[in-house]
């Protein structure tokens, strides 16, 4: 069963519209959810969540944490062409020392002019 | 740069030939991670070290998956008698601690 579930898989907008993409997880020994971008290539990093209710905000780009209700959301406001990229949630629940990271499937965002 | 490398970045093969990876992680990161991605998919956790120590495999890494970081610096992964389904994107990622840094991953597509 997937645990960590984002939603929509995929999502096209129009430059200047704003997004909120869904992180879902159900897991055991939560420890952190980290937000990725990837283009065609590596996920870069977007954002580390640990805490419920605390925004963490870099440009255009915000997310927040529920840990009660077990979700995320990532925020872009005032969408460019070169946010198209997919967009991936991972959590680490591992335990121990090892913080591997179990991703979602990803949501596909097109941003057209 | 002082990013992950990995090395190459594509690599096309013929089934049942052996291909070995190569990551070069951030200097002062002591965990170096390997990842599978494939076609509409986010990564799929593979292996993990602990400076020289590998302290877990995923059940997905079969016996014809190796890898190895002799030094606790470079990593390698290496896949004997490749097999068409293990065509993917294979990633390295590294970290101090809980935050990963994803190299641009090697591609490989076995024929």
């Known amino acids: 069963e997937d645990k960590v579930v984002q939603s929509p898989l995929s999502l096209v907008v129009h430059e200047g519209d704003t997004v909120t993409l869904n992180c879902s997880y159900e897991v055991t020994n939560f420890r952190s959810l980290l937000w990725y971008k990837q283009e065609k290539k590596a996920p870069t990093f977007l954002f580390m969540l640990?805490?419920?209710?605390i925004e963490k905000k870099s440009g255009r780009l915000s997310s927040i944490l529920d840990k009660k209700e077990l979700f995320s959301i990532l925020n872009i406001t005032a969408t460019q062409t070169g946010d198209s990229a997919v967009y991936l949630c991972a959590v680490d629940y591992s335990g121990g020392s090892n913080y591997k990271l179990t991703f979602g499937k990803g949501t596909l965002l097109t941003v057209n002019p | 740069d002082t990013g992950v490398s990995q090395d190459p970045r594509h690599k096309i093969t013929k089934r049942g030939q052996n291909v070995t990876f190569r990551c070069d992680p951030i200097?002062?990161?002591?965990?170096l991670y390997w990842y599978r991605q494939t076609l509409g998919q986010g990564p799929e956790f593979l292996t993990y070290?602990?400076?020289?120590?590998?302290?877990?495999k995923s059940r997905l890494l079969s016996d014809r998956f190796s890898a190895e970081r002799p030094k606790g610096s470079f990593s390698t992964l290496e896949i004997q008698r490749t097999e068409q389904g293990d065509s993917a994107m294979y990633l390295c990622?590294?970290?101090?601690?809980?935050?990963?840094?994803f190299g641009p991953g090697t591609r490989l597509l076995v024929l």
């Open positions: 070290f602990q400076n020289e120590a590998q302290l877990e």
């Open positions: 990622a590294s970290s101090s601690k809980g935050t990963q840094y």
């Open positions: 200097s002062e990161h002591n965990r």
């Open positions: 640990t805490s419920s209710g």
